[in-house]
């Protein structure tokens, strides 16, 4: 394997100094001059007919600046994928759930803008809502769009290979359920925006996303500006997990207020707006049914969903497709069909979470490759060895794994957790359990139908010579994809990392996708390289001709540059450099030929040295309806064993250890791999043990905060043994691929499999609560007696 | 989610407090470590045009011991309880009931008056504060009274407190030797958490005769407000400590004592087996305390 310098390490994160001081400024430390401050009005009921609306009392107001309502903010449908556009900023004829955006004001003070909100008038006439799957898909039930009879947002249809014959042929088949809990991403920082026209009429939008290029976009469209009048920033952020990974009404309306006013305007979501706009993981409900030879040989997997969507589409298109596109990975599986519904109910609308549609399906299929593995007789670990892909395999849907570490995975934990000695000889109320799992390293294509390049970066070498400057439009929102392209950068151009600095999250810098789907690193990434390669180029060009050396013997390395044959006399050059700096201290007398000077030469011969990079990926995936989503140029997978005990009296389930290996290609940096992969298990153990949204009968949250909504306390998180397992991805940057999402994938089902080997039940539905563990073990005590 | 406007008073005595709420009356709230009431406020759950806090005035924080019971004013934190030498020793359930309250950042602010007079049927403190007998300290403008701990919960959020006073402590009788107590809660998750259902054990035996002399059970998050398990503690009077009496007392609790209700933390069935399991556990853990006391 190739020798790197500065990737592959434990570098530190270039942003930890501004956040450890708390210089690190989040969108809402932004105060603009002549500021003003914006409010929501959201329907209270959820589904009603809008029969008038009355913004005088509000606007009279003294220190209102604007009342907004659709009159103002047209009547433009935007979303997430654009063949399913079904929202407009604010409501026009009617409102489909608590929350649904009406009217915004803009006022001098919050207070006031609150206070103006309170205000408005609306006439509403309520109209039966209906909650739950059961309810939205009965016959003669009210209906949310017109345009979706049976509030039907969605189906997919999808068979390879032939199930039914497969079937027939296999010696185990198990079918299963499973359900989960409508999730909320629980990210630190609520969104937050300020929207700024200046007097050219360039609109500045500086907002908490994860996705600026989308959001340029979207707000482009909806407010009728040419993408290039918008300007979208992205301050630090404190995470997203895909909730902001599209533009929200929010935004659009502090754009549309600032518009209205010549003003700069900010707006900022409360706790309860965040879970009342919601938009992160849908309820599933899933039925698969897995068939295997007796020799443990899996054969075929008929897989229904339904999911829970709330009142729009928002990422649901995808997620459907997403649902039933990523399960037959890892294991090498003929025949798989796949029927989806996503069905509209008047709740807030689910999106993208961490692991986009695929967690709960992973989590009840690698429970009935367990189920299988018991009833033959073999180890769990043996049987997915047995029946795993290998590098350069293709799934029966047309996913390439063209690097796949999943065996050095499953052999990692085994021997990290000490499987061999505990699985088997465990006492009642102590478990362990494992579970495979992958994740796209990057959709293969983007949101809208574009060949648009997924990245561009851009670096630049300063005049003088000696830093390299970096930027690119991705998002940095707390993963470290700041500091991971600061070091492809500085690998590339062959200078240490502290001779990089690096801007990001800006659509001025030019397209990235954004963090989204695991991305960034290796999409991003590629451009970065891409564009760290001209750079050096550029450099090595000038020095090959001012030195009559050949290009290709020429080479940057620690900031140095090296010659593959004799070191020619470089005098000259240094000279020339050092003219440039009388009275300079510092000035270069090392053996070697410095890339300052270098760089400087280079420079003093052509100007500015600009390298531009970008990336996207070739054609990927089927020919099939659908067949786009879940394509990715990388997988990056993951095992993990997890320990618990139950307490067999109370239900009350502790998770004592995670042992979790994850293959993501070539670590760019060690620590924040093995960040992302703890934060996984983290956010894992929350939706397997305690996290849920919850609503009363009328459609609203009653757990809309941090207090009732439970993610996993420190209490709570058991040691983590974190193996970062390396495999050389042919389409990554230096062989890098995705660890953000992928790793999400094993908990749950590992924590399941521990608390069924532990307390002999198959719990199918989360979260394992103590009462529901209770009353599973008290129906398996009754069905035992009998 | 902005707090209201209100006027805000800091008293620096008792006298100067009590003057204050026989004048405002219901038209004040008492503010301590606020992490319940603050909330409340800024979901307009509670309305008050002006707040009292109690913070300024030193007598209300103290922990002082006397001869045969120990003073804890109304606006000593958990965190400061936890801390207390005397409480380590001699009230490990309470102890338990102020380390397993929220978090760390809660427990800094939060204190045993505020936590009884929010009266939430869930609340941390409040089995310990039954199971030792406490005496709670009320105080109006130039009037004194002491109300038992088992008088003083009327409901939910509701206690017995006039709209013109101020509980100004606990007083808790020092435990006997030969005497143990326990605390559990049950919650879903292992902090930052509101109990699915908790229950607080006092037992005192004769080692003689080795029979249960005294004991005091008490239920939270099982009925309107937390609640002596009367029939339990019947059940055990009398009886050999042992496994099979504390099941017995277990039982009773479970069966006859505790009348809990449906809600989205929990169903009414899961609590009362949990009431059960853990008065069975609490039990144990008190004899347990009391053979080494």
Known sequence: ?786 | MLLPMFEFHEPLSIEEALELKKKLGQNARILAGGTDLLVHLKKKLVKTDNLISLSRIKALSLITEQKDSIFIGACATMAQISRSPVIAKKFTALKSGCDNLGNHLIRNRATIGGNACNASPAGDTLPALLIYDSVALLESYGKKREIPIADFFTGPGKSCIQPDEILTGFRLPIPTDHSGAHYIQLGKRKSSEINVVNVASFLEYDPGTKKVITTRIALGSVAATPIRAARAEAALLGQAPEEASFFAAAEMARREDCRPIDDFRGTAGYRQAMVGVLTKRTLATAYERAKGA
Request: hydrophobic share 40%.
């Open chain 1, 1 to 786: 394997m190739k020798e790197f310098d500065i990737i592959s390490t434990r570098a530190h994160r270039i942003d930890t100094p501004d956040k450890a001081t708390g210089q690190a400024v989040f969108t809402d430390d932004i105060t603009r001059p002549g500021m003003l401050y914006g409010a929501l009005l959201q329907s209270p009921h959820a589904h009603a007919r809008i029969l008038s609306i009355d913004t005088s009392k509000a606007k009279a107001l003294a220190g209102v600046k604007s009342v907004i309502t659709h009159e103002q903010a047209g009547h433009i449908k935007y979303g997430v994928s654009p063949a399913r556009y079904d929202e407009t900023v604010f409501a026009i004829d009617k409102v489909r759930y608590i929350g649904d955006e009406i009217a915004a004001v803009a006022a001098v003070t919050l207070e006031i803008a609150l206070a103006a909100v309170e205000l408005i008038e609306v006439e509403y006439e309520i109209l039966p809502a209906v909650f739950t799957l059961e309810e939205a898909l009965k016959e003669g039930a009210p209906q949310l769009h017109e345009t979706s009879p049976g509030n039907l947002c969605a189906e997919v249809h999808q068979e390879f290979g032939d199930v039914a014959a497969a079937l027939k042929e296999c010696d185990i088949i198990k079918t299963s359920t499973m359900k989960n809990k409508r999730q909320d991403g629980a990210f630190i920082e609520m969104q937050g925006c300020i929207a700024e026209f200046d007097n050219r009429g360039v609109l500045t939008l500086v907002s908490s996303t994860q996705v600026p290029h989308y959001v340029q976009r979207t707000v482009a469209m909806v407010l009728g500006m040419d993408v290039g009048m918008v300007r979208v920033k992205k301050p630090y952020v404190g995470a997203g997990f895909g909730i902001k990974a599209a533009a929200n009404p929010m935004e659009l309306a502090c754009c549309i207020l600032a518009r209205e006013t010549r003003k700069p305007v900010k707006m900022n979501f409360t706790r309860k707006q965040v879970f009342m706009y919601a938009r992160a993981r849908h309820q599933f409900s899933h039925t698969i049914t897995t068939g295997a030879k007796k020799d443990g040989t899996l054969m075929a997997i008929k897989h229904e969903c339904w999911l829970d969507g709330g009142a729009y589409t928002s990422f649901g298109i995808a997620t459907v497709y997403y649902t039933g596109s990523l399960l037959g990975g890892p294991y090498k599986i003929a025949n798989m069909s796949y029927d989806g519904y996503r069905v509209y109910n008047n709740k807030p609308t689910c999106g993208a979470q961490r692991g986009h549609g695929a967690v709960i399906a992973r989590a009840l299929f690698e429970q009935q490759v367990d189920m299988i593995a018991e009833e033959i007789g073999m180890d769990p670990m043996e049987l997915r060895i047995k029946n795993m892909m290998d590098t350069g395999d293709t799934t029966c849907n047309d996913l390439n794994m063209s690097s796949f570490g999943m065996s050095e995975c499953i052999e990692a934990v085994r021997k990290g957790s000490d499987w061999d000695k505990k699985k088997g000889n465990m006492p009642t109320g102590k478990g362990i359990g494992m579970a495979c799992g992958f994740f796209v390293s990057g959709a293969g294509y983007p949101i809208y139908r574009s060949d648009t390049y997924h990245g561009t970066v851009i670096v630049k070498l300063t005049e003088d010579g000696g830093t390299a400057l970096v930027y690119t439009a991705s998002a940095e929102i707390g993963q470290g994809s700041d500091t991971a392209f600061a070091m492809i950068a500085a690998e590339a151009l062959g200078i240490p990392l502290d001779h990089v600095r690096l801007a990001s999250g800006d659509t001025d810098m030019g397209v990235d996708l954004g963090a989204y789907s695991s991305r960034q690193t290796l999409m991003t990434g590629h451009a970065t390289k891409d564009a760290a390669d001209h750079a050096k180029a550029q450099v090595l060009e000038v020095l090959a001709e001012q030195l009559s050396v050949p290009l290709k013997e020429l080479d940057i390395k620690n900031g140095f540059i090296t010659f593959a044959g004799d070191t020619p006399d470089f005098s000259a050059l240094r000279t020339r450099y050092i003219k440039e700096h009388r009275g300079w201290i510092d000035n270069p007398d090392s053996e070697h030929l410095t890339f300052k000077e270098a760089s400087r030469i280079a420079f003093l011969e052509k100007g500015s040295i600009v390298g531009t990079g970008k990336y996207k990926p070739h054609n990927l995936g089927g020919k099939f309806k659908g067949a786009a989503v879940g394509t990715s140029p990388a997988y990056g997978c993951s095992a993990q064993v997890a320990e618990v005990t139950v307490d067999m009296e109370t239900g009350q389930v502790t998770i004592d250890s995670i042992t979790d290996a994850h293959d993501c290609g070539k670590a760019i940096n060690l620590t924040s791999v093995e960040g992302q992969m703890e934060g996984s298990v983290s956010m894992g153990i929350g939706e397997a043990m305690h996290e849920e949204v919850i609503f009363n009968d009328k459609g609203q949250v009653l757990n809309a905060d941090l207090a009732e909504y439970k993610i996993v306390t420190s209490m709570d998180m058991p040691r983590i043994k974190a193996i970062v397992v390396e495999s050389d991805e042919p389409n990554g940057p230096y062989g890098a691929k995705e660890v953000g999402e992928g790793a999400i994938m094993p908990t749950i089902p590992a924590i399941l499999n521990a608390v069924y080997n532990a307390a002999g039940v198959r719990i199918n539905e989360l979260p394992l609560t103590p009462e529901r563990v209770y009353f599973a073990i008290q129906d398996y005590k009754d069905r035992m007696a009998k």
